[in-house]
């Protein structure tokens, strides 16, 4: 079981560091990690699952003895099927505690593959084949999902696939169809049968990246990152076994693996998992805080969607009393959104920060300390970071305290690199440093604060979308001569992906038929531009590259201008300008001219920090003419 200590700053961070990692848990694997837990609190309820979410429903309880014998029987049953420590699981399955016992099953076994079932089948066909998958799991036939169907148009073109198994599905077994729900009892759940010996340099997961981007990209995970992820965070936001935790991010997202399962799990909690739709299932948002109240939960969270979502279910007649704080990432929380729910709802929202590639975690807002609004918190313990001059081109110039930058960071939770060596290339260097491509800086203290990407990927609700698929199919339109998309700020999703077009000499085309052309020519759904907008000519730099900055502030001054119209009313004419201010980053400078008169103007200052301070990445500045 994990075992926490308080964490209130960098001075406990650094106390910490006193003791070299590898003497700080013995357990060399997420397995041990679980079967330690197991061993010490066989009785507790490791998980509780919702079907539904209504609140009459009877849940399904799974104390830790069963847990760790699922376990043990999914990788007893991966191991008869072929599967050794080299061998590859791939799974696609929503939250049921099944995804569970495959994950960490599959990871006792060989290496776990979680795929975003919501991909299209080529694409995650691409996925298996760059993985190698030798087994797969994935929810049968299904009214609400097509999982199954997308498993059987790919089994074929897997040519390292040699079984299919399908949770709540058919059976076929003489085509290598089994049904995970019955062969999984032939086997011992009691102990490995392989009686594995586990190392931290063992690769456990291939988890993919940007879903939506045209070529996959395979991390891999190893277990001694893995149990260090699980470590740190149960450290920074205090984890114990009296904890009662939601956990209602998907298995294919290193949050929902790591932050929301693995973490709580080792350190002895009990998990809710609310529907096979998480937090996106409607009815769990309509009686979120009912839930919270019904199941005695303490701990709340979500990605930065859900909590704004969360800002407009009533509490009702909900008694939230017990819920102690809200912790969310995934992507950046608009500083209005954290003020309006520490004011609305009484809840304190402590973010982190990471990526796959750092196993999820690179800085975490400690829940023993007031949380840093706009900060995404301190570093974590035996990981080194730097931000680093955009100019310099070996990432040797550091930046001043609160100068932006290019972050790059170094310790125990890097990954070992993409399954392709190629792709390495620019992101892991080879002294062991990770380029995260993301832009922020750190204040005098040692916070951080992001403001934007060195990347041009749209974040839409901490999903990557990569602009080039947009790009690709808008350009295969014979009217079309250049495409370029880009980000436009949402207070809902962070982003949503729009795209400018710029039109061959004498062409005609209207936004509505573009619309119409990309619909099925762009797999992912999410990645589908919102707006279409067409320009005479597209904004080039000097050496005839597309200058998109220029795009995304035009885009961000027409949505502040939206946002604002307000002021009109008020009979104050204003105006928006978006652009990067060295120092600083994105900053929309508004210019305010008032007409009328008595004019509280503290009052109107105070309404548009409400209104911009709901969108991420962006600051903002207010004159008055």
């Known amino acids: ?66 847990f760790i014998q699922r376990i043990n029987q999914a990788a007893n049953m991966f191991a008869d099927l072929g599967v050794g420590p080299a061998d590859v699981v791939s799974f696609l399955l929503p939250l049921l ?28 066909a691409e996925l298996m084949n760059k993985a190698g998958t030798k087994v797969v799991v994935a929810l049968g036939p299904n009214p609400a999902l097509d999982i199954w169907e997308k ?86 936001w205090q984890y114990k076994n009296t904890d009662i935790a939601v956990c209602g991010l998907p298995l294919f997202h290193v949050a929902g693996a790591f932050v929301v399962s693995l973490a709580p799990l080792t350190s002895g909690m009990e998990l809710v998992i609310p529907s096979p739709g998480g937090l996106r299932n409607p009815t769990i948002l309509e009686n979120h805080w009912s839930l919270l109240e019904k199941y005695n939960i303490n701990i709340m969270g979500g990605v930065p969607t859900s909590i704004g979502a969360l800002l407009n279910v009533p509490i009702g007649d909900a008694d939230i009393s017990r819920v102690e704080r809200a912790l969310t990432g995934g992507s950046a929380l608009p ?100 380029v995260t491509g993301d832009l922020g800086y750190l204040n005098d203290e040692g916070w951080l604060y992001l403001t934007g990407r060195a990347k041009d990927l749209i974040v839409r609700s901490g999903h990557n979308i990569d602009p080039s698929m947009i790009e690709e199919a808008l350009m295969q339109h014979p009217a079309v001569c250049l495409a370029a998309a880009v980000g436009k700020p949402d207070t809902y999703a962070g982003e949503l992906p729009a795209a400018y077009v710029e039109l061959n000499p004498g062409a005609s085309v209207s936004k509505e038929e573009l619309m119409d052309f990309v619909e099925s020519r762009i797999p992912e759904r999410p990645a589908k531009p919102k ?39 008020k009979g104050i004419d204003f105006k928006i300008s978006v652009q990067e201010i060295k120092g600083r980053g994105n900053v929309a400078s508004v210019s305010l001219a008032a007409t009328a ?20 990445y962006i600051k903002h500045e207010i004159a008055w003419e």
């Open 1 to 66: 079981m994990i075992e926490t200590k308080p964490i209130t700053g960098i001075e406990d961070v650094e106390a910490l560091e006193q003791t070299p990692w590898e003497s700080v848990i013995p357990a060399e694997s997420t397995y041990e990690l679980l079967a330690d837990i197991a061993g010490k609190r066989p009785d507790a309820t490791a998980l509780t699952f919702l079907l539904t979410g209504a609140l009459d429903e009877e849940p399904i309880r799974v104390p830790y003895k069963l």
């Open 97 to 124: 505690p099944q995804a569970q016992y495959v994950l960490w099953g599959a990871e006792a076994a060989g290496i776990v593959n979680p795929i975003n079932f919501l991909l299209q089948p080529d694409q995650i």
């Open 151 to 236: 498993v059987m148009a790919v089994k074929d073109k897997v040519p390292s696939l040699k079984a299919v198994l399908s949770v709540f599905g058919p059976e076929d077994e003489a085509n290598g169809i089994y049904s995970f729900d019955k062969l999984i009892d032939k086997y011992p759940g009691d102990r490995l049968v392989s009686d594995r010996k586990f190392s931290r340099n063992d690769i456990a997961a291939y988890f993919h990246t940007g879903g939506t981007t045209g070529a996959p990209k395979l991390a891999r995970q190893t277990h001694g990152s893995q149990v260090y992820a699980a470590w740190a965070i149960s450290n920074f």
């Open 335 to 434: 500083v209005q959104v954290e003020k309006d729910f520490r004011e609305k709802i009484g809840l304190k929202v402590f973010q982190m920060y990471g990526q796959t590639e750092s196993t999820v975690i690179i800085s975490m807002n400690p829940v023993l300390a007031e949380p840093r609004i706009g900060s995404v918190g301190m570093r974590v313990p035996y990981q080194q970071w730097k931000i680093v001059k955009l100019t310099s081109p070996d990432y040797s110039e550091e930046c001043e305290p609160n100068e932006p930058g290019l972050l790059l960071i170094k310790g125990p939770n890097v990954f070992a690199g993409y399954l392709d060596p190629a792709q390495n290339k620019g992101v892991l260097l080879d002294d062991g440093w990770l």
């Open 531 to 569: 707006d279409i907008i067409i320009i005479e000519q597209m904004p080039m730099t000097g050496v005839g590259k597309i200058f998109k900055p220029a795009l995304r502030f035009a885009l961000a001054e027409s949505e502040f201008n939206q946002a604002l119209g307000f002021l009109k009313e």
């Open 597 to 616: 008169q008595d004019l509280n103007k503290s009052e109107v200052e105070k309404s548009i920090a409400e209104t911009l301070g709901r969108y991420t």
